[in-house]
T-cell receptor, first 116, second 114 residues
Framework: GAVVSQHPSWVICKSGTSVKIECRSL??????MFWYRQFPKQSLMLMAT?????????EQGVEKDKFLINHASLTLSTLTVTSAHPEDSSFYIC????????????FGDGTRLSIL | GENVEQHPSTLSVQEGDSAVIKCTYS??????FPWYKQELGKRPQLIID?????GEKKDQRIAVTLNKTAKHFSLHITETQPEDSAVYFC?????????????FGKGTHLIIQP
């Protein structure tokens, strides 16, 4: 149980393109999902907290107009990297938890984004 | 906000020996402390977690200890095996709060020498 699916797993695109990443909870309802970014050989950094039916909460230093988050249902959150540039290249991982404020978080497989 | 420090950054041990990774946190309100194992290019996998109302938790070869007063927690792996080689991350959060995203340590690359 507690499976989180993330799609796509790998994206290569040109600078200026917008890229959408989907995060789905397959066997549970996730009122809250989280988006993290991980640069090579570094730790995971929380970007934003996504709550179903409301606006996402962004961490300090993360541009909300650059990283658009939509959590329209209890099983799906999307992250759109708008007008992506090479410095946005990274490993993006979502996670979800299935209880009201109860951990643990279950992670997706991640999306490797490469901007040329 | 929360700050989690993790040491060492790299740890090499002989197969069969024990490995210990240590973390400290800054926010005394944090009450949930998970440990994740991540292999290259893959998702972090939860291996054990502990809450602040408990001082120690064990699951077979893996154990975690928590000292709330000192604000540090440690991961202990006994009888290490080659498949234990990976990057391990500690994390902290406030469970039940409105913002319970995880703050991760920088990671420890554990190398098990055959």
């Amino acid at each position: 149980g507690a499976v989180v699916s993330q799609h796509p797993s790998w994206v290569i695109c040109k600078s200026g393109t917008s890229v959408k990443i989907e995060c789905r909870s397959l066997d549970f309802q996730a009122t809250t999902m989280f988006w993290y970014r991980q640069f090579p050989k570094q730790s995971l950094m929380l970007m934003a907290t996504s709550n179903e039916g409301s606006k996402a909460t962004y961490e300090q230093g993360v541009e909300k107009d650059k990283f658009l988050i939509n959590h329209a249902s209890l099983t799906l959150s999307t992250l759109t990297v708008t007008s992506a540039h090479p410095e946005d290249s990274s490993f993006y991982i979502c996670s979800a938890r299935d209880g009201a404020g109860i951990q643990p978080q279950h992670f997706g497989d991640g999306t490797r984004l490469s901007i040329l | 906000g929360e700050n989690v420090e993790q040491h060492p950054s790299t740890l090499s041990v002989q197969e069969g020996d024990s490995a210990v990774i240590k973390c400290t946190y800054s926010d005394s309100a944090s009450n949930y402390f998970p440990w994740y194992k991540q292999e290259l290019g893959k998702r972090p996998q939860l291996i054990i977690d502990i809450r602040s109302n408990v001082g120690e938790k064990k699951d077979q070869r893996i154990a975690v200890t928590l000292n709330k007063t000192a604000k540090h927690f440690s991961l202990h792996i006994t009888e290490t095996q080659p498949e234990d080689s990976a990057v391990y991350f500690c994390a902290a959060s406030i469970e039940g709060g409105g913002a319970d995203g995880l703050t991760f340590g920088k990671g420890t690359h554990l190398i098990i020498q055959p």
